[in-house]
């Protein structure tokens, strides 16, 4: 039997309850001139910053086909990547600053257009919640990990052995964990702690510094209450995606399957 235990994620963004007003002629005047960057396209991501009033808080939406995905945006004009995960096609990206409580005024939208040979490169890139380099202490110890290893899934193996034997779940930090939490591979890593998104995030992370895809979905699965983070990788020796979920088998005192059954995963984001 699984080992119960909760896994409330604070996800980067799920559908708010916001007000939107209709664009001012004062607030399109103080937009940024171009907050969308699309020179990472070809690699399936956009960048997009956004500088606003002190204290004023700014969200991003990316939408294709009717569904749409929300992100949590710097107000300092920092620019973060974000993942264009919908296939190719037609996105519309819209940058929304805060007025005043849950009311938000849409100060940019642009449309790109995704076209990749390879839908799978979008999972090999550094984005928001799956933020890495190569100068990062866990990049360099997935690359320790691997340097002798040929095949991925002897690669993936390997990060996920380190990673269930190391990283501890952090119940602590459950309780005290605020929307919007964006998790940092270094410290889940320097830590050796973390909830179910900072362990997703990791894997994911050190896989894609290997040219392995790997994203991080978001949903339930039955033996773990609450919403949680999972990880789908995509084993080229096998030629296809598997669930594996890190979280699960570092919590389980018994030795279970790397592979998860996916009718046990209901998935409803992934990045």
Not at 20 to 26: N, T, V
Not at 53 to 82: C, F, M, W
Not at 232 to 249: A, F, G, Q
Not at 256 to 271: C, F, Q, V
Request: aromatic residues 10%; glycine residues 4%.
């Amino acid at each position: 039997m699984r080992k119960i235990f909760v896994c409330l994620c604070f996800i980067v963004l799920l559908i708010p309850a916001y007000s939107i007003s209709a664009p001012s002629e004062k607030a399109t005047a103080n937009a940024v001139a171009q907050p969308v960057d699309t020179s990472l396209i070809a690699s399936g991501v956009i960048g997009v910053k956004y500088s606003s009033q002190v204290g004023k808080r700014v969200k991003v939406a990316i939408e294709k086909s009717g569904n749409v995905y929300y992100y949590d945006l710097p107000n300092d004009g920092t620019i973060n990547y974000l993942p264009l995960q919908m296939k190719n096609g037609s996105y519309n990206v819209s940058v929304y600053e805060q007025i005043k409580g849950t009311s938000y005024l849409p100060v940019h939208q642009t449309a790109v257009q995704l076209s990749l040979e390879d839908l799978n490169q979008v999972y090999l890139q550094s984005v928001q919640n799956v933020h890495w380099n190569k100068s990062m202490k866990p990049i360099k110890k997935a690359a320790e990990l691997t340097s002798k290893l040929k095949r991925n899934e002897d690669k993936v193996k390997a990060i996920h052995s380190y990673i269930v034997k190391n990283v501890k779940y952090d119940s602590q930090k459950l309780k005290t964990v605020q929307p919007g939490y964006i998790p940092s591979i270094e410290a889940t890593f320097e830590e050796n702690k973390g909830i179910c998104y900072d362990y997703s995030s990791l894997f994911a992370a050190m896989l894609r510094s290997q040219g392995i895809p790997a994203k991080v979905a978001m949903g339930y699965t039955p033996g773990v209450k609450g919403y949680h983070a999972w990880n789908e990788v995509y084993i080229k020796e096998l030629n296809k995606w598997v669930v594996i979920d890190t979280t699960v088998d570092a919590s389980s005192k018994k030795a279970s399957p790397i592979y998860k059954k996916n009718s046990l995963y209901s998935k409803e984001k992934e990045y």
